[in-house]
Antibody
Framework: EVQLVESGGGLVQPGGSLRLSCAAS????????MNWVRQAPGKGLEWISF????????YYADSVRGRFTISRDDASNSLYLQMNYLRAEDTAVYYC?????????????WGRGTVVTVSS | DIQMTQSPSSLSASVGDRVTITCRAS??????LNWYQQKPGKAPKLLIY???SLQSGVPSRFSGSGSGTEFTLTISSLQPEDFASYYCQQTYNKPRRTFGQGTKVEIK
């Protein structure tokens, strides 16, 4: 089964750090592009980060650039999001998502999400 | 970044109704437009890609159309399981594949 599973969410104080993980099933090729998308409580979807491989540029939304870092470990089929200097407005469900070939880059595989709460 | 604007933000409809949701892009995106359905507490699910192509397994009552800056998602006969939120997404400006703000379809 094609699957992505996020982990690492939790409660963190403002200014703190958290590292999210996304484990991909063996049916997700290490050549697939990977994204992080988040959704604040009661709000819409926000694309926040993208990467192809460690040798290619990584991209971020303005809201997280300079604070978040995306990375991947193809040996373990895992994607990561290192989140530093967290703010209350980073509170959200964080999803990893990929787009397999042939679907015009539509995100056809999503994880279930992991909840991040930034609060004192 | 390309801005995506959906209308309406919410709508009330009855089972069997024909429902249309509009998505407008701030610049031309050709047909690089996707539609997703999201139910409470669940991840989004891809419905339509490339403006009008139905994703495998999605019922044929869902259809998409449009090109350039204006797009529509139509549900020909609303079913109870279709009450959800719907989002458009542009994939023209890669990799910043931005979403619309969403449309919530509620039971009338």
């Amino acid at each position: 089964e094609v699957q992505l599973v996020e982990s690492g969410g939790g409660l963190v104080q403002p200014g703190g750090s958290l590292r999210l993980s996304c484990a991909a099933s063996r049916f997700i090729s290490s050549s697939y592009d990977m994204n992080w998308v988040r959704q604040a409580p009661g709000k819409g979807l926000e694309w926040i980060s993208f990467m192809t491989n460690e040798n290619s540029p990584k991209y971020y939304a303005d809201s997280v650039r300079g604070r978040f870092t995306i990375s991947r470990d193809d040996a373990s089929n895992s994607l990561y999001l290192q989140m530093n200097y967290l703010r209350a407005e980073d509170t959200a469900v964080y999803y990893c998502a990929t787009h397999r070939p042939g679907l015009d880059d539509a995100f056809d595989v999503w994880g279930r999400g992991t909840v991040v709460t930034v609060s004192s | 970044d390309i801005q995506m604007t959906q209308s309406p933000s919410s709508l009330s409809a009855s089972v069997g109704d024909r429902v249309t949701i509009t998505c407008r892009a701030s610049q031309s995106i050709n047909t690089y437009l996707n539609w997703y359905q999201q139910k409470p507490g669940k991840a989004p699910k891809l419905l339509i890609y490339a403006a009008s192509s139905l994703q495998s397994g999605v019922p044929s009552r869902f259809s998409g159309s449009g090109s350039g800056t204006e797009f529509t998602l139509t549900i020909s006969s609303l079913q109870p399981e279709d009450f959800a939120s719907y989002y458009c997404q542009q994939t023209y400006n890669k990799p910043r594949r931005t979403f619309g703000q969403g449309t919530k379809v509620e039971i009338k």
